[in-house]
């Protein structure tokens, strides 16, 4: 299945730096968010590092992929998962060695969020809040799940939705790649239809944009999405880096 994609990062209207990176690389079908945290110019090291450190290891892993686009099993889908988790295992190593040797980058992490695209399939990694929805017959979808403490909150019953929006604990994390040596991975496999859109963003972008305005927004094709979006969470105050990806899958991708 054909992929082609459009990606666009922002500073936004408060932050004196952008601590996003991003990855698109529609030849391996392959598309990371990272949001960078910490002082110091901290954040851009870790988002782009880990980055860097992720595409290394999934080109390398191609043979893995390979075999799954021509046999999609539980066995090759348990060794594509296991590659996309030990590269961002890998990116966390990176990142948590670089702050080690470098006390002014004590504490810096990135979330990634990370989709791979190979056949009729779409493989996630997720580690933080940066999210991916996918759009099909006109609806849009959330399809990672938020590493925070108010996600955990709502789960748990703790606090209502709407609470949520308000909450003053509503940018701690839970999980981040770097600021420990290891950290937790979710990984699944999810079958891709024709025409299917991906959403990939930083948080910059989903705190101002709701799901249900993804669908018309991507009807204006790719670059024109990524702008529209970018433009959207600025007018409604840009407090933060904004970063997107859309990718669209088929055979007229």
Same mark, same amino acid.
């Given at each position: 299945? @054909?992929r082609?994609s459009h990606?666009r ?8 730096q952008?601590e996003d990176?991003?990855l ?5 079908? !392959?598309?990371?968010v ?7 110019a901290?954040?851009e090291?870790a988002?782009?590092?880990?980055i860097?450190s992720?595409?290394?290891?999934i ?16 066995e090759?889908?348990?060794?594509l998962r ?6 961002v ?7 948590y ?7 002014n @980058? ?5 979330t990634i969020?990370? /989709?791979?695209?190979?056949?009729e399939h779409? /493989?996630v990694?997720q ?21 925070? !403490?108010i996600?955990w @909150?709502?789960?748990?019953? !703790?606090?209502?939705?709407e @609470? ?7 940018n ?5 790649v770097?600021?420990r ?7 699944f496999v999810?079958?891709?239809t024709a025409g299917d859109?991906?959403?990939? #963003?930083s948080d910059?972008l ?5 799901a ?5 927004? #991507?009807?204006?094709g ?14 409604r ?13 088929g055979?007229?991708?």
């Amino acid at each position: 299945m @054909q992929r082609v994609s459009h990606a666009r990062t922002d500073i936004g209207r408060k932050r004196k730096q952008n601590e996003d990176a991003y990855l698109a690389d529609d030849e391996i079908g !392959l598309y990371v968010v990272a949001d960078g945290m910490g002082g110091h110019a901290a954040g851009e090291v870790a988002s782009s590092e880990a980055i860097d450190s992720i595409h290394g290891m999934i080109r390398r892993g191609r043979q893995v992929i390979e075999r799954y686009a021509q046999e999609p099993s539980e066995e090759t889908a348990a060794r594509l998962r296991r590659l996309i988790e030990s590269a961002v295992q890998a990116a966390t190593y990176m990142v948590y060695g670089l702050a080690e040797l470098d006390p002014n @980058q004590a504490g810096m992490g990135t979330t990634i969020t990370l /989709l791979l695209l190979v056949g009729e399939h779409a /493989l996630v990694g997720q580690v933080g809040d940066s999210r991916i929805y996918v759009i099909r017959e006109g609806i849009a979808r959330q399809i990672t799940e938020d590493h925070t !403490l108010i996600a955990w @909150q709502v789960r748990q019953g !703790l606090i209502t939705e709407e @609470q949520a929006k308000t909450s003053p604990h509503r940018n701690v994390i839970t999980r981040a790649v770097g600021n420990r040596d290891y950290v937790e991975v979710d990984t699944f496999v999810m079958p891709v239809t024709a025409g299917d859109t991906f959403v990939l #963003c930083s948080d910059g972008l989903h705190t101002y944009v709701d799901a249900v305005e993804l669908p018309e927004t #991507c009807k204006r094709g790719l670059p024109e999405a990524t702008r529209a979006l970018v433009e959207l969470a600025n007018s409604r105050g840009g407090r933060d880096n904004i970063t997107v990806i859309a990718v669209r899958a088929g055979p007229t991708a």
